[in-house]
């Protein structure tokens, strides 16, 4: 499948999803090990530390501090890693309703962590935009 770069299109084939669980963003020193009971859905390493992204009942039982108790929101497009504006114009909109959101892109999908308590909200503003975008 060839990736979307045309915003337009990105927009009116976005088909948000929730994926179950509830998320948290912890980190680990920059020499520790991940510990091995925990499979984390991101990981990124920066000189202060590794960011791991998991499941809260992961972070609690391998005893993680944590943060940010998020639900995940895939936008299944498949789109470009070098689209311009898709992130802007979602992460816009969202900040326009008062929804924070950690958006991370892959190389298939573009992902919105997104308040726990929030995530219904947050999925009738990417409905709506991409209603509109249908128009």
């Given at each position: 499948m060839t990736s979307e770069r045309d915003?337009?299109?990105?927009l009116r084939n976005m088909k948000p999803e929730v994926l179950d669980g509830t998320f948290v963003f912890c980190t680990l020193a920059p020499s520790a090990s991940i510990p091995a009971i925990i499979s984390p859905v991101l990981?990124?390493?920066?000189?202060e530390g590794t960011t791991l992204v998991v499941l809260h009942e992961e972070a609690e039982r391998a005893g993680l501090r944590h943060a940010f108790p998020s639900r995940l929101i895939t936008?299944?497009?498949?789109?470009?890693?070098?689209?311009v504006g898709f992130l802007a114009a979602v992460t816009t909109r969202l900040a326009e309703a008062g929804i924070s959101v950690n958006a991370?892109?892959?190389?298939?999908?573009?992902?919105?962590?997104?308040p726990?308590?929030?995530?219904?909200?947050?999925?009738?503003?990417?409905?709506?935009?991409?209603?509109?975008?249908?128009?």
């Open positions: 915003l337009d299109a990105l990981t990124f390493r920066e000189r936008l299944t497009v498949h789109s470009a890693l070098d689209a991370v892109s892959a190389f298939h999908h573009d992902h919105l962590f997104v726990a308590d929030r995530a219904d909200e947050a999925m009738v503003v990417l409905l709506a935009m991409s209603e509109t975008s249908q128009d």
